[in-house]
């Protein structure tokens, strides 16, 4: 849900007050969103005519929008086609906003407070704005995953499935306090934000691939051990909901290498760094570790950083065999093959447009420059789907 600056991107600015205003972007020299944390969803949605300033660059991006705003924008962000679908109480909205109504009622987006009763001037609150939009998604075929989310105040949502979906598709999030506030209103320019992150799911990068995910795995640290692998898979699992073990009781099921070679079991010592040695597993025992938990894997190791994100789409957490810190490669000739000598493994759990997202059992959860990644990930192509 966004305003844009039309002077900025030299197109005509609609007043919201009066509709039937037009400002020539010439005429405004400045306007209150430089600077804001929404400044770039508005513009992205000024740009394309989805949310209009008030005039004189004046987009209010504090202000509480409204129901029928909000369902104005909802029907703009998706070119909806034309409605018969009305309510009793529609003549309350602004007329400029009464066919935008009409099409995402249409729809099936919006279905109004009972009694053929839209309330169409009362604020939208932030779980009213959650199901619109993941109703919009739907609309377009698109359903997120029913993940697991971390606010504290979740049990305040009165169905917290449409904020679970919008979650895992990166497009909802909490504040400060880590709360979701689903009573609360919500801004021009948080909406513009939550509008803006839909269109960029919706633009994505190929037939039935969503631009936007995260799964939001937990982060579990794999402390002064050499257990990059165990503790990135253990992450894997805890997601899935397969165990809940530590990584201290977790390693009693690793499969260990006979011989040192690491196609075999973990090779070396695990506990900490041997300055000489080759200490790590590779794919097949990986997977082995995960059945002797009860857990699913599948090795799909040389298919690309394109079927990574398809398996995260699908809501599979992916163990990605990198270089540590995204290095450059060093290799080293071993008696079982060539061994990344500054090798590490890390879990993907979402990507976006640019970006893929790592939890990183030394570094935490953060996105990573695909291309940086993707380096990275190509030295040996090595990953294991965990479904």
Request: glycine share 10%; with cysteine.
């Amino acid at each position: 849900m966004v305003m844009v600056t039309a002077a900025v991107l030299g197109t005509e600015v609609v007043s919201v007050v009066n509709p039937n205003v037009v400002h020539a972007a010439s005429s405004i020299e400045k306007d209150d969103i430089t600077g804001g944390w929404y400044e770039q969803d508005i513009r992205e949605l000024a740009a394309k005519g989805i949310m209009l300033g008030e005039g004189n660059g004046i987009y209010a991006p504090n202000r509480a929008i409204t129901r029928a705003e909000y369902a104005n924008l909802i029907s703009k962000s998706l070119n909806l086609p034309s409605g018969n679908a009305t309510f009793k109480d529609l003549n309350n909205a602004h007329p400029t906003l009464h066919e935008g109504i009409k099409r995402t009622a249409s729809a099936g987006i919006i279905s109004g407070r009972g009694n053929g009763i839209f309330d169409p001037n009362a604020p939208i609150t932030r779980e009213e704005s959650a199901i619109m939009t993941d109703k919009a998604l739907q609309y377009k075929g698109i359903k997120g995953k029913e993940v697991n989310i971390p606010f504290k105040d979740q049990h305040q949502i009165y169905d917290k499935t449409f904020v679970q979906r919008l979650y895992s598709l990166g497009i909802v999030g909490g504040n400060n306090n880590n709360q979701f506030m689903p009573k609360s209103s919500t801004t021009r320019g948080e909406s513009a934000a939550v509008i803006n992150r839909m269109l960029h799911v919706l633009s994505g990068n190929g037939p039935g691939m969503i631009s936007t995910v995260l799964l939001n795995i937990p982060f579990i640290t794999q402390g002064n051990t050499m257990l990059c692998e165990g503790a990135s898979l253990l992450q894997a699992l805890h997601y899935k909901g397969v165990t809940k073990q530590t990584l201290t009781s977790f390693v009693n099921t690793m499969p260990k290498s006979t011989n040192n070679n690491p196609y075999n079991g973990y090779a070396g010592e695990w506990r900490y760094n041997v300055d000489g040695t080759y200490q790590g597993m590779m794919s097949a025992p990986l997977i082995q570790w995960a059945k002797n938990n009860g857990g699913n894997a599948v090795d799909i190791t040389g298919t690309g950083i394109s079927n990574v994100k398809n398996e995260v789409q699908k809501g599979n957490p992916v163990v990605t065999w990198i270089t540590y810190n995204y290095a450059t490669p060093q290799f080293k000739k071993m008696s079982w093959g060539n061994a990344v000598w500054n090798g590490h493994v890390v879990t993907v759990d979402g990507y976006k447009p640019g970006y893929i997202h790592v939890v990183d059992p030394v570094f935490g959860s953060k996105w990573i420059n695909e291309t940086t990644f993707t380096n990275a990930f190509n030295t040996t192509g090595m990953a294991v789907s965990v479904s």
